[in-house]
């Protein structure tokens, strides 16, 4: 029970430790940004929300059974893709890429919500908020790559 509430919050902290590394290295006002571009402190929240999101999902996925070797792996593996992504779009400035690096994640996390789906749906249906930010925040990538 301690492993599964510490692999829950593991999205939140890890969120926040990332949030801390990228801080001084943030230049989102300073980019040309694509259309449909929000401004940079909607950032933190809707990320605040994907990770309470990834935490309640996992919790609920893994109830019954936390021995799942496969679900906690690729839970874990696109964890770290997702916390390495911001590292090296602003502050190793490698938007070509942190563009691989987010289609990346979004196959993990497509396979992770496969996944997440045997073991209960609804969980699977809570990534779904992540599926479609990562897809937003592919084009908001490869548009600031493009752009500037």
Do not use: C, H, R
């Not at 969980?123 to 592919?138: D, K």
Request: charged share 10%; net charge positive.
């Amino acid at each position: 029970m301690i492993k599964k509430i510490i692999y829950s919050l593991l999205p939140i902290v890890g969120g926040a430790l990332v949030g801390l590394i990228i801080s001084g290295y943030m230049n989102y006002g300073d980019m040309v940004k694509p259309p449909l571009s929000p401004p940079s402190y909607i950032f933190p929240i809707v990320w605040t929300i994907l990770y309470i999101l990834m935490g309640i999902s996992y919790f609920i996925a893994t109830k019954d059974n936390g021995n799942d070797k496969e679900l906690n792996q690729i839970y874990i593996l696109q964890l770290l893709v997702n916390f390495f992504w911001p590292i090296i779009f602003f502050v190793l400035k490698m938007y070509f890429s942190a563009f691989f690096w987010i289609i990346l994640l979004i196959i993990l996390v497509i396979y992770m919500i496969k996944e997440l789906l045997k073991n209960n749906k609804i969980s699977g249906y809570l990534q779904i908020p992540y599926f479609i930010w990562l897809l937003f925040a592919t084009y908001l990538n490869i548009g600031i790559f493009l752009l500037n």
